[in-house]
Structure formats: C-alpha cells, structure tokens
DNA sequence: GTCTATAAGCCGATAGAC
DNA sequence: GTCTATCGGCTTATAGAC
C-alpha cells in the first residue's frame, strides 16, 4: 500500500522507488553535465552515479538530451526570481544589493545547474526553448529600463546600465562557473557561508560605489 | 624558390601551402571549439570549415586533441602579458586600469581562443598541463598579493583582494564568454570598438571606486 | 605532400527476459 | 516496473592510392 495511491479509481503508481530514482538520476546528471558539458557527458557515467542500471536513465527521461533539459531548466525559475526586486520605485542600493545575493545564492546553492546554464549560454543556448529565452532576454531588459530610469532621475551615476548588468551577472555566476579556479587560488577546497559573504560584499561594494554620483567641487 | 628554404645543407620544405593550412585549420578549430566546446566539436567540421580534407587536419596536428591544445594554449601568453602592469610600486589605479583594458582586448581580438579557455577552466582545465596551470595561478597569486600591498600601505581601501580580482575575471571574460546573451539584449550583431570602449570604462569605474578608501566624517 | 575510402571503437538507445 | 545483453550509427583516426 505503502507505495501505491488510488486517484480517480485507477490504479495509480506514485512508486516512492520511482521518485526516489528519478532524484537520484537527476542529481546525478546535473554534476556531470556541470563537470563535463553535455556532449562529453555519458549516460552510463551519469546511471553508475546515481548507482542505477543505465537503461533506467533512459526509462524515466527518454533520452540523455530530455535530462539535460531537465536540469538546464530547474534553474530558469531561480533566476528569474532573483530578478524580482528589480523595480523602478525601489530604492537603487536595496534593489542592487538585494539583487546581487540572490544570485550569489543561486550559485552557492545550486552549482551544478548554474553551470551548465552558463555552458548553455556561452554556446548559444541550443537546447533552450525561443521561450525561455525571451523570458529570460526580457527579464534583463527590464532590469536595464530600470536602472535607466534611476540615471533619468537622477538616483544613481549615469553609468552604462548594460555594461553594470553585464558585470553583475559575471561577478556572481563566476562563483559557479569558475569555482575550479576560485579553490585553485584561495587553496580551500570549498567556499564557506563566509566566503560567500564576503564575494556578496566585495560586489555589492563595486556596484553601490561605482553607481554614487559622482561628487562635484563642494 | 619561393616555397622553400635551404637549411643546414637538408632541403626543407617550409612551404607556405603547410604554413597557410595549418592557420586555415588552427582558425577553424578555434572557432568551431569555442561554438560546440571540445566532445561536441567534430574534426570533419573544423576541416570543412578550413576548405580541406579531413585527412590533413589528422596529417599536420596527429590528433583532435592536439590540435585543441594548440587552441588553448595560443590564449595564455596574452593571458599572462596582460598581467604585467601588476607591481605594487606601480600606481593602483593605473595598474588596476591597464589590467582591465588589458583583458578586455583579449575578449575583444581573441574570442575564441578566450572561450575556449574559459570552457576549459569551467571543466576543471582537463587539457591544460600542471606546468601551465601553476603559471596561471602563481600569476594569479602574484596579482593578489599586489593589491594586498597597497591595501597594507593604505593605497586601497581594505577590499578583499580574492574577490577583487574574481570580479574583474569574471566582468572582462563575460565579453567573449557571453557575446552570445549580450548580442541578443543589446542588440547588435557585433560589439564595435565603442562597446568595448565603454564595458572597459564602466568596469575600471566600478572597481577604481570600488578602491577608493571610504571617506570619513571630514 | 595530399586525399579517398575504410577500419575500429565508443556510446546512445532498446529489445526482451525477469 | 526493472535490468542484461546487444544493436546500430556516428566519429576519430589511418591505410594506401595518387
């Protein structure tokens, strides 16, 4: 019974195995496509790391490029949310700052995805749907209207609201992408909650800083 | 004549047909290994994309690999010049200004090589020797320390010089990285010589600010 | 030195037993 | 629903004619 639910009077296998397994698959899939970029990827590394026969792989998700798709798209929805706060009316520094720590979070806790986003990216996005990409294209315009109207209002310096997007999407998503190198240099062998904050704060300090008018002869 | 040059008695065919092939097909598989990244990347593409038979591309660099590593490799002497400028005698804002320009460059005149490199750092550098490596991040280390100096010596503010120089990767790198999001939000088919112009001003302006020691009760 | 034609091996995908 | 055993296609790499 355990295992089983009855819906609409069919017999319906919610399986908790099934769950279980679809998990585990794709937890695994997203650290090997993160690690090696889907072409490179194996589905028998991917089904041994998930500790699963490879034809299960292929039973639950249809083919390898399905699952890549599947991870590809979990993090569309964080990203898009971390862009909630950008709204004209707010203030600049809160909107910014509060901006920046949602995708620093994005990649601390979800490395894996955010990398093989940023793959995606860097080779075209051929896997992403017209869709998405136009939401996720149209989310950004909105963010640089924004921060234009703040210049027209004198808010903030009139810095170029593309370029500023630019860097703060390098500046955070290089914690992902780049995490390789990051240890490399630091010598430690994964960031901590402090280092985070610290990266979150260097940031945040380039960007308010940078975008303070600039201060006249007084 | 032409085509040849007699050296140590040995007749030797420098010819220019093999000089000329072999930048045909080093362009080629640095364009079509930035687009796809190294597994996806097939050899009989590189070598349609040359003009030449697959055969030759096997015939002057051995293998597909090789020939990868002739890519990657091109983009760390610029990578490593560009570090230069560092000397903690050296003017901060200068040096800091120089590397940036520097780095935008390297986006702007070698893109691919650059994304090649970028993608292979992401992958945990699977193709780049211990020896090149440790270059890299010995310069990296070098750079830091710099800017380490002149925070000691009250030059900088008291930013983390880690996640400085993470920032300024990452924000001169998303040029060649990411051309492909930030053509589509821009716009433009291409980034002109005043785009880049004005990405390296807004990052120099974010991180000479940033820099600025922070100003007391005066 | 150049290129056609082919070998060898790997990997995504599945048939079919349990 | 699960997994063993296998196919078929694709890609690297090369043998060998020119």
Same mark, same amino acid.
């Given at each position: 019974?355990?295992?089983?639910?009855?819906?609409?009077?069919?017999?319906?296998?919610?399986?908790? &195995?099934?769950?279980?397994?679809?998990?585990?698959?794709?937890?695994?899939?997203?650290?090997?496509?993160?690690?090696?970029?889907?072409?490179?990827?194996?589905?028998?590394?991917?089904?041994?790391?998930?500790?699963?026969?490879? !034809?299960?792989?292929?039973?639950?998700?249809?083919?390898?490029?399905?699952?890549?798709?599947?991870?590809?798209?979990? &993090? *569309?929805? !964080?990203?898009?949310?971390?862009?909630?706060?950008?709204?004209?009316? @707010?203030?600049?520094?809160?909107?910014?700052?509060?901006? *920046?720590?949602?995708?620093?979070?994005?990649?601390?806790?979800?490395?894996?995805?955010?990398?093989?986003?940023?793959?995606?990216?860097?080779?075209?996005? !051929?896997?992403?749907?017209?869709?998405?990409?136009?939401?996720?294209?149209?989310?950004?315009?909105?963010?640089?209207?924004?921060?234009?109207?703040?210049?027209?209002?004198?808010? &903030?310096?009139?810095?170029?609201?593309?370029?500023?997007?630019?860097?703060?999407?390098?500046?955070?998503?290089?914690?992902?992408?780049?995490?390789?190198?990051?240890?490399?240099?630091?010598?430690?062998?994964?960031?901590?909650?402090?280092?985070?904050?610290?990266?979150?704060?260097?940031?945040?300090?380039?960007?308010?800083? @940078?975008?303070?008018?600039?201060?006249?002869?007084?």
């Amino acid at each position: 019974m355990r295992n089983r639910q009855y819906r609409q009077g069919i017999t319906c296998f919610m399986s908790t &195995i099934r769950e279980r397994n679809k998990e585990l698959i794709l937890r695994a899939a997203s650290e090997e496509f993160a690690d090696k970029g889907f072409a490179a990827t194996k589905t028998s590394d991917i089904a041994a790391k998930a500790g699963l026969p490879k !034809p299960n792989v292929y039973y639950y998700f249809k083919s390898k490029e399905n699952l890549y798709r599947e991870v590809l798209e979990s &993090i *569309i929805e !964080p990203i898009l949310q971390a862009s909630t706060p950008f709204n004209a009316d @707010g203030e600049p520094s809160e909107v910014l700052g509060g901006y *920046i720590r949602s995708k620093i979070h994005i990649s601390r806790d979800l490395p894996f995805a955010s990398k093989v986003f940023a793959s995606e990216i860097m080779h075209g996005a !051929p896997h992403l749907s017209a869709d998405l990409v136009e939401q996720l294209n149209g989310q950004a315009r909105h963010n640089i209207d924004c921060i234009q109207t703040w210049i027209d209002r004198g808010q &903030i310096a009139p810095i170029d609201p593309h370029h500023l997007m630019f860097s703060i999407w390098a500046a955070t998503q290089t914690y992902a992408d780049f995490d390789w190198q990051i240890t490399a240099i630091t010598g430690k062998a994964k960031l901590d909650e402090e280092d985070y904050e610290a990266a979150a704060q260097t940031i945040i300090r380039l960007v308010l800083k @940078g975008c303070e008018p600039d201060r006249r002869a007084e």
